[in-house]
């Protein structure tokens, strides 16, 4: 609609559902980095070899191959060290010292950072959950101001995490191990989830409906359950299998509320036995079932009209995923839908983000190595014969989630010490802070995509929805 007054500026971060910055700061990374060096590095190390050392010129591509990925780690190492911060920052820091923001128990590491100096954000969180450093104030209000008090270079010890834990996990994704990872996670205690989670047990983002408002988090997840039932466009009747399906709030739901035939799929025994239970409770043992297996044991047989999956496929992992996008092609009717809501990470990347990501690797989502960028996503789904039907990044409702799962999580705070023990309070305590930010700037995301197969013979038709703005005026052309 087109007016005769002028526009108005938008206030930014102005929906009260979303977590305000208190400061806003833009991060080194991609930008800075230079690919030219790089490349020059690849070619030019191989080449030095080769003269210093007589070698022929098959030998000198068969190094450049071998050398490629050790010389680019060692670059970014470097480069994450050295990295300056981007000039164009909207806000100055509050140049506090970083007593201002935590207190050092351990003598040694107090004499390392103290008045300006800023400490490495792997070397804090590591000595935090060693109970060798206390916070001062509150974890989210501390680390919205993280670059006035932490650096984010690749140290040591994320290397040879990388190295040695988060690249063997990558290339193996066996049964065994996934299922040990699932249960170790997953099957600590359903205690230990509700006090985060709430009554929904849903561990996936939820969405906002009313961005003028604080939502409840049991709203936003009512908002993402009808969402999610309706962009499948389930009916009664369906056979609506749930992939990787948690505690089985949506496999009930859509049974109770759309007449579904629904089956979820889990390695979580706890998960299985809850949402079972769950299942009984609201009346639909009968439509609604869980079963404890690995998604590569799925019953194929008969074919399911909507296949839904939120969040487990990061757990597939990349070498695997190609392969699990071909079973559930297998296992979706012709004229069925394919509901993936997956996390990812941003292609313009900043080293807060390599922090953050392995930082959840190694404590948070162990084997979730497939939280890639939207366009690696879209061509792995059209290389297993989906069409993609629309994609929607929902990363700013996530923080929202995660702030409502921050904010239960500070609230039972004595009962989780007294159950489970300081160390993994704290460790969720900064997952929870930090990914509120991380979600919220874009450092990952979050991708909604509806997909179908991709045959000729398919009803795009019955898939067509009304522009926006659609009966509007739309004044003059």
């Excluded at 989906?386 to 904010?407: C, I, K, M, N, P």
Aim: glycine residues 8%; aromatic residues 12%.
């Amino acid at each position: 609609m087109t007016t005769d007054s002028a526009p108005t500026a938008r206030a930014a971060f102005s929906s009260p559902s979303i977590a305000k910055p208190t400061l806003l700061r833009e991060g080194g990374g991609a930008r800075e980095y230079n690919s030219y060096l790089l490349y020059a590095l690849v070619a030019g190390v191989p080449y030095l070899l080769k003269r210093a050392l007589g070698l022929s010129l098959g030998t000198y591509f068969v190094l450049a191959a071998l050398l490629a990925l050790p010389i680019g780690a060692l670059t970014l190492v470097v480069h994450s060290w050295i990295v300056r911060t981007p000039t164009d920052q909207i806000g100055a820091l509050p140049n506090q010292p970083i007593e201002a923001y935590m207190t050092i128990l351990d003598k040694e590491l107090k004499a390392k950072y103290h008045g300006s100096r800023k400490i490495p954000m792997e070397e804090f969180f590591e000595r935090y959950f060693d109970g060798d450093i206390d916070l001062t104030g509150d974890a989210l209000e501390m680390f919205e101001k993280r670059y006035d008090w932490a650096i984010f270079p690749i140290t040591l010890n994320v290397a040879r995490f990388f190295l040695l834990q988060w690249i063997p996990e990558l290339l193996w994704h066996s049964k065994k191990q996934d299922e040990t990872q699932v249960r170790d996670h997953y099957d600590r205690g359903d205690d230990f989830y509700a006090a985060f989670l709430g009554d929904r047990m849903v561990y996936t983002s939820g969405l906002i409906g009313d961005a003028t408002r604080r939502e409840t988090l049991e709203e936003l997840q009512d908002n993402k359950l009808r969402d999610v039932c309706e962009r499948v466009q389930m009916r009664a009747g369906d056979r609506h299998l749930d992939l990787g399906c948690g505690w089985g709030t949506l496999a009930a739901f859509a049974a109770k509320n759309y007449g579904t035939h629904s089956v979820g799929v889990t390695l979580g025994r706890n998960q299985t036995a809850f949402g079972n239970a769950r299942a009984a409770a609201w009346g639909v043992a009968d439509r609604a079932q869980l079963l404890c297996m690995d998604y590569r044991d799925t019953p194929r047989r008969p074919r399911y009209h909507r296949i839904t999956c939120l969040e487990m496929a990061e757990h597939v992992g990349v070498r695997k995923f190609n392969e699990f996008l071909l079973q559930v092609r297998d296992m979706l009717e012709d004229d069925g839908l394919f509901y993936l809501q997956i996390a990812g990470l941003r292609g313009a990347w900043q080293y807060e983000d390599f922090s953050w990501g392995l930082f959840m690797a190694k404590y948070v989502f162990p084997g979730a190595d497939a939280s890639c960028p939207l366009n690696w996503v879209v061509a792995q789904l059209e290389a297993a014969g989906f069409e993609v039907r629309s994609s929607d990044t929902v990363g700013v409702h996530y923080s929202a989630t995660l702030d409502r799962w921050y904010e239960n999580w500070m609230q039972n705070r004595d009962q989780i010490v007294k159950t489970y023990g300081k160390r993994w309070f704290r460790i969720w305590e900064i997952f929870l802070a930090w990914s509120v930010i991380i979600a919220r700037q874009g450092s990952s995301t979050c991708y909604q995509i509806l997909a179908h197969k991709n045959r000729n013979a398919f009803d795009r038709g019955a898939l067509i929805r009304q522009p926006l703005g659609y009966g509007m005026p739309s004044g003059s052309v």
